[in-house]
């Protein structure tokens, strides 16, 4: 069984500059979901992908947009970056008709100078 | 909305003794709710999950949590810390991500952070 894969792990990006992060969903798995863990805090919600589509969003401006693909595997966006912007984000995968559990990636670490 | 609470951002325990740490929950409907750990540079990692069953769970490298509905908690408990258990650890509760439909979100607490002095 293949668990969640992300990638890059770390990345360092300007202030204005867009970047993708990409997730591989543990197989068998239909949703994904994208969180945004900030030093020294829980992680929050960002959006969930099932069927290729948005299916529910947290409290984040468009400029943070994603996809799914027909393999499960998703991609964030997040245009314009933030110095606020900079967090570890995390994918998880998990099942539409489960419990909630989510199966989480390592994590992409973003800082925006 | 849903809302964790973590009792105590920062906990320390010597090697051998008790752990504690505290979760409670904001909703009135019994929710499905978990406990997350993580260690240093990594992703989140399941200890215990609890889904409507026994409401003493037990986890993976000794950890269990009871749920208490009368008192919307769900306290993780480890009778003898190991240095090994030094991380974060997050409580959790399910939301509907949209109502009426059935894919769930999970609701984090902001974290406890476990010490273990030798």
């Known amino acids: 069984e293949t668990g969640v894969t992300q990638s890059p792990t770390h990345l360092i990006k300007t202030r204005g500059q867009q970047v993708t992060l990409r997730c591989s969903s543990q197989s068998g798995h239909n949703t994904v979901s994208w969180y945004q863990q900030a030093l020294g805090q829980g992680p929050q919600f960002i959006f969930q992908y099932y069927r290729e589509e948005e299916n529910g969003r947290g409290n984040f401006p468009p400029r943070f947009s994603g996809l799914q693909f027909p393999n499960y595997s998703s991609e964030l966006n997040v245009n314009a970056l933030e110095l606020d912007d900079s967090a570890l984000y995390l994918c998880?995968?998990?099942?539409?008709?489960?419990?909630?559990?989510?199966?989480f990636g390592e994590g992409s670490r973003l800082t925006v100078l | 909305a849903q809302s964790v609470t973590q009792l105590g951002s920062h906990v320390s325990v010597s090697e051998g003794a008790l752990v504690l740490l505290r979760c409670n929950y904001s909703?009135?409907?019994?929710?499905?709710l978990f406990w997350y750990v993580q260690y240093p540079n990594q992703g989140l990692q399941l200890l215990l999950k609890?889904?409507?069953?026994?409401?003493l769970v037990k986890g993976i490298n000794g950890f269990e949590a009871e749920f208490k509905k009368s008192e919307t908690s769900f306290h993780l408990t480890k009778p003898s810390a190991h240095m090994s258990d030094a991380a974060e650890y997050f409580c959790a509760v399910t939301e509907r991500v949209n109502s009426g439909g059935s894919n769930y979100k999970l609701t984090f607490g902001k974290g406890t952070l476990l010490t273990v002095n030798p």
């Open positions: 609890y889904t409507s069953a026994a409401t």
């Open positions: 998880a995968s998990s099942l539409r008709e489960g419990t909630g559990e989510l199966f």
């Open positions: 909703s009135s409907v019994p929710p499905y």
